[in-house]
Nanobody, 121 residues
């Protein structure tokens, strides 16, 4: 079974930093899919935080531009999200997603189980 697994969540004070990681067991998805970070805060819908396509094009939500950076290891394609200058409104469960995959995962998407990020004032 192919599934992304997130790590690196935790609790931090406002203004602090955290770095999230995501990889599947065989490091396959990062090479064959567009990788993305989503988040869902309590009572809110899941939203896209950042995405990196297979050609390394990066996109960010306006709310995190200049503070978050999406990174991908060049060899194993492990996905990272470096989060700086964290705000209380960044508190959410963060999900790693593999989407827009090519063969042999064409048309499929895969989601991690999420990692909690809590930012306190």
């Amino acid at each position: 079974q192919v599934q992304p697994v997130e790590s690196g969540g935790g609790s931090v004070q406002a203004g602090g930093s955290l770095k999230l990681s995501c990889a599947d067991r065989n490091y396959i998805l990062g090479s064959l899919c567009t990788m993305a970070w989503y988040r869902q805060a309590p009572g809110k819908e899941r939203e896209l935080v950042s995405r990196i396509s297979r050609d390394a094009t990066r996109t960010y939500a306006d709310s995190v531009k200049g503070r978050f950076t999406i990174l991908q290891d060049s060899v194993k394609k492990t996905l990272f999200l470096q989060m700086n200058s964290l705000k209380t409104e960044d508190t959410a469960v963060y999900y790693c997603a593999a989407e827009g995959c090519v063969f042999p995962f064409t048309g499929r998407s895969y989601w991690g189980q999420g990692t909690q990020v809590t930012v306190s004032s």
